[in-house]
T-cell receptor, first 115, second 111 residues
Framework: GESVGLHLPTLSVQEGDNSIINCAYSNSASDYFIWYKQESGKGPQFIIDIRSNMDKRQGQRVTVLLNKTVKHLSLQIAATQPGDSAVYFCAEKKGVKAAGNKLTFGGGTRVLVKP | GAGVSQSPSNKVTEKGKDVELRCDPISGHTALYWYRQSLGQGLEFLIYFQGNSAPDKSGLPSDRFSAERTGGSVSTLTIQRTQQEDSAVYLC?????????FGPGTRLTVL
């Protein structure tokens, strides 16, 4: 079902450490996943995506891991910086090429980077 | 414009009044979404338009909420007889296939 209006869990991390943000998704038929970052006062911004035929994808300082067996998605941020402080959302979709299928968002995790 | 735009950026209204929120999606994007985000919380799906298909209204919280999308482009979210619990940031997003591009949102405050 939809994740709606959940109170956000918070992850506090020391600047320079690695961050791991976890997300459990609900639809085993989902085959496309995205991580979004939302800074205060702004709309969510795309970070990285992954298709279900992959279990790992790397970007600049970020890595997304997908475990379809347990329907778990994680985002790893290397050498966390103050600018990484934000709320992070995962989203899932069934049908990579189907524009008609909507994304379903998870509840979000707030990351606070301590100097 | 290059991105999704929304107007107004802030709206303060009195309880019981109607409000209209506007979204201009990225040109050519066939899908348009409205979400609501209360302070410190996640995204709450409201409504989804895809091309000429009937909109998915499954997230609208009450019949006071409605939305339309004219000509497959601009969308308006209307809230009638606003209540204080309607206070939130209303986000619009558009997509052409997978990734959704979000606008900056409209912050609605109902006094």
């Amino acid at each position: 079902g939809e994740s709606v209006g959940l109170h956000l869990p918070t992850l506090s991390v020391q600047e320079g450490d690695n961050s791991i943000i976890n997300c459990a998704y609900s639809n085993s038929a989902s085959d496309y996943f995205i991580w979004y970052k939302q800074e205060s006062g702004k709309g969510p911004q795309f970070i990285i995506d992954i298709r279900s035929n992959m279990d790992k994808r790397q970007g600049q300082r970020v890595t997304v891991l997908l475990n379809k067996t347990v329907k778990h998605l994680s985002l790893q941020i290397a050498a966390t910086q103050p600018g990484d402080s934000a709320v992070y959302f995962c989203a899932e979709k069934k049908g990579v090429k189907a524009a008609g299928n909507k994304l379903t968002f998870g509840g979000g995790t707030r990351v606070l980077v301590k100097p | 414009g290059a991105g999704v735009s929304q107007s107004p950026s802030n709206k303060v209204t009195e309880k019981g009044k109607d409000v209209e929120l506007r979204c201009d999606p990225i040109s050519g994007h066939t899908a348009l979404y409205w979400y609501r985000q209360s302070l410190g919380q996640g995204l709450e799906f409201l409504i989804y338009f895809q091309g000429n298909s009937a909109p998915d209204k499954s997230g609208l919280p009450s019949d006071r909420f409605s939305a339309e999308r004219t000509g497959g482009s601009v969308s308006t979210l209307t809230i009638q007889r606003t209540q204080q619990e309607d206070s939130a940031v209303y986000l619009c997003a558009s997509s052409s296939r997978n990734e959704q591009f979000f606008g900056p949102g409209t912050r609605l405050t109902v006094l």
